[in-house]
Nanobody, 117 residues
Framework: QVRLVESGGGLVQPGGSLRLSCEAS????????MSWYRQTPGKERELVAG????????TYADSVRGRFTISRDNAKNTVYLQMNSLKPEDTAVYFC??????????WGQGTQVTVSS
């Protein structure tokens, strides 16, 4: 059974921080590149951050670069998204995604992040 379980979302004030976690099971985690996407109602899902299988190569959306950091701990089968200096426009459902070199793709269920005063 393949499973990606996100956690760490919630309500935070502008300028605050959150750390999202995505714990994986049911597949060989170290064989998959990992990424975070986000989506709001009526808007297409967008890539927020991604990293390679061993965590040496990263990519970030322009809107979050310098504020968000993606990392992974293959020993714990977990990918993280550290979000600092949060803005109201960061409000979205955040999804964890795993993809193999053979293009097997898995998605988590999503976790809500709300940035508001």
């Amino acid at each position: 059974q393949v499973r990606l379980v996100e956690s760490g979302g919630g309500l935070v004030q502008p300028g605050g921080s959150l750390r999202l976690s995505c714990e994986a099971s049911g597949f060989i985690f170290s064989d998959y590149a990992m990424s975070w996407y986000r989506q709001t109602p009526g808007k297409e899902r967008e890539l927020v951050a991604g990293l390679s299988k061993i965590g040496t190569a990263t990519t970030y959306a322009d809107s979050v670069r310098g504020r968000f950091t993606i990392s992974r701990d293959n020993a714990k089968n977990t990918v993280y998204l550290q979000m600092n200096s949060l803005k109201p426009e960061d409000t979205a459902v955040y999804f964890c995604k795993a993809i193999s070199i053979g293009n097997s793709v898995y998605w988590g269920q999503g976790t809500q992040v709300t940035v508001s005063s």
